[in-house]
């Protein structure tokens, strides 16, 4: 089963603890794996495709993410600029309502 499949149950804000915990991951991942002649590091679009559907995800390219910075640094923006065309798409609160008051002007 694929690491990005299990979802984590919601349980309010992070402790300060989990935080620094979560912050110091993300910093040794970044920088701590190198790998300056990409061994072993999967495709630009194998990456995409685990960022694009991770419940799908292969578990090979994920586990070398968690072990090469330059492929986590890679899958880590992927992740971003979905989410950010994520937050693009979708509907805007009461942005049916506000569309409905416009029609009501342009017939009225």
């Known amino acids: 089963m694929p ?8 349980t309010g804000p992070k402790s300060p603890t989990e935080k620094a ?11 701590d794996f190198p790998n300056p002649k990409r ?22 390219v994920s586990k070398h993410v968690g072990s090469c910075s330059p492929c986590y640094r890679a899958y880590s923006r992927l992740l971003r600029q979905g989410l950010a ?3 693009q798409k979708a509907p805007r609160p009461n942005s049916k309502r506000r569309t409905q008051k416009k029609i009501k002007k ?3």
């Open 85 to 87: 065309r994520m937050r």
């Open 39 to 60: 061994i072993g590091c999967p495709s630009l679009e194998a990456l995409e495709r685990n960022a694009n559907d991770p419940t799908h995800a292969d578990e090979s």
């Open 3 to 10: 690491l990005a499949s299990k979802r984590r149950k919601k």
């Open 106 to 108: 342009v017939v009225k």
């Open 21 to 31: 915990l979560l912050r110091y991951l993300k910093r040794s991942l970044w920088n």
